[in-house]
């Protein structure tokens, strides 16, 4: 059974870091891209950042060169330090796969399997 978790979220103040996990399980995340994807309060849910098994990464326009996204394939979980935070990127994070693309992006209306997500909220 497949199935991935987010956690990490949280309040934090303008300017601030947080680092999102995602661990699944039910399938190893050596071979296959994890993404991770945002919705904001009366906003469409957005591609944030992709990771891919051989290293390959994407990220959205609105945070490149802010956030970063990494995986640990022995814990196989996927990660994202998102640094210099803005009340704009308060949204609920969740990663998902579709299970079988192995390179990034990925694509929210593509994608199989989703977490709950975990809420961020960036406010003073």
């Known amino acids: 059974q497949v199935q991935l978790v987010e956690s990490g979220g949280g309040l934090v103040q303008p300017g601030g870091s947080l680092r999102l996990s995602c661990a699944v399980s039910?399938?190893?995340?050596?071979?296959?891209?994890i993404g991770w994807f945002r919705q904001a309060p009366g906003k469409e849910r957005e591609g944030v950042s992709c990771s891919g098994p051989g290293g390959s990464t994407s990220y959205g326009d609105s945070v490149q060169g802010r956030f970063t996204v990494s995986r640990d394939n022995a814990k196989n979980t996927v990660y994202l330090q998102m640094n210099n935070l803005k009340p704009e990127d308060t949204a609920i994070y969740y990663c998902?796969?579709?299970?079988?693309?192995?390179?990034?992006?990925?694509?929210?209306?593509?994608?199989?399997?989703w977490g709950k997500g975990t809420l961020v909220t960036v406010s003073l």
């Open positions: 039910g399938f190893t995340v050596d071979y296959y891209a």
């Open positions: 998902a796969t579709d299970y079988f693309s192995s390179s990034c992006p990925l694509y929210h209306h593509r994608m199989n399997y």
